[in-house]
């Protein structure tokens, strides 16, 4: 089975706090990704990378930064947290190809007070 | 760009009814993945089903199946026979071949199913 993990399932920091959410699949799959749940918005993409230490920007990468030094860890970095950051961030992971789907890690629900 | 639109914010059904949740998807690629995901309340993403653009058949996963309908664009999910445990988040999602789409998911935002006994 393919397991996707996420470092926290509950975060709560500071505004202007660095917080690094992280990420570890073990399936070898290439692709991994970051998105960011809110109610009414379902899930929108903020990062992605294909390949270790390559980097694409997703939908809404603002205030965000991303990490692969190695192919099965991918993390997400908020460089000075706000409270519009706060949301749930879900990991994902896949093999190349339209027809695979994306597994999921838990979640980590992030509250940026 | 490519969007999904899921028009249903919430739904309701009875136990052991059949349920159409609603997708409607753009995009000008030829090739393509639709898929649908459950969250129930604990959080967890579970995939369901896939249905690729060039697949004649609708794709059946058990009690789901997928209602594609290429040339309207949409691509609605039946449950057949609720249970309570498929009280959740659905959403339907789509994947672009190629280029530098990476298999980058669109989500729609979701429809809330509740089944009430």
């Known amino acids: 089975d393919v397991k996707v993990t996420q470092s926290s399932r509950y975060l709560v920091k500071r505004t202007g706090e660095k917080v690094f959410l992280e990420c570890v699949q073990d399936?070898?799959?290439?692709?991994m990704f970051w998105y960011r749940q809110d109610p009414g918005l379902g899930l929108r993409l903020i990062y992605f990378?294909?390949?270790?230490?390559?980097?694409e920007k997703g939908d809404i990468p603002e205030g965000y930064s991303v990490s692969r030094e190695k192919k099965e860890r991918f993390s997400l970095i908020l460089e000075s947290a706000s409270t519009n950051q706060t949301s749930m961030y879900l990991c994902?992971?896949?093999?190349?190809?339209?027809?695979?789907?994306?597994?999921f890690g838990p979640g980590t629900r992030l509250t940026v007070t | 760009a490519q969007k999904i639109t899921q028009t249903q914010p919430g739904m309701f059904v009875q136990e052991k009814e059949a349920v159409t949740l609603d997708c409607t998807y753009d995009?000008?690629?030829?090739?393509?993945?639709l898929f649908w995901y459950k969250q129930p309340s604990s959080g967890e993403m579970i995939f369901l089903i896939y249905?690729?653009?060039?697949?004649?058949q609708n794709a059946t996963e058990g009690r789901y199946s997928l209602n594609f309908q290429k040339a309207r664009k949409s691509a609605n999910l039946v449950i057949s026979a609720s249970q309570l445990g498929d009280s959740a988040m659905y959403f339907c999602?789509?994947?672009?071949?190629?280029?530098?789409?990476?298999?980058?998911?669109?989500f729609g935002q979701g429809t809330i199913l509740t089944v009430h006994p």
């Open positions: 994902a992971s896949s093999l190349t190809g339209y027809s695979y789907e994306q597994y």
């Open positions: 399936m070898d799959h290439e692709n």
């Open positions: 990378s294909y390949d270790v230490k390559m980097k």
């Open positions: 995009t000008s690629d030829q090739s393509y993945g």
């Open positions: 249905q690729g653009s060039y697949d004649e």
């Open positions: 999602a789509m994947r672009l071949s190629g280029g530098t789409s990476y298999g980058k998911l669109t």
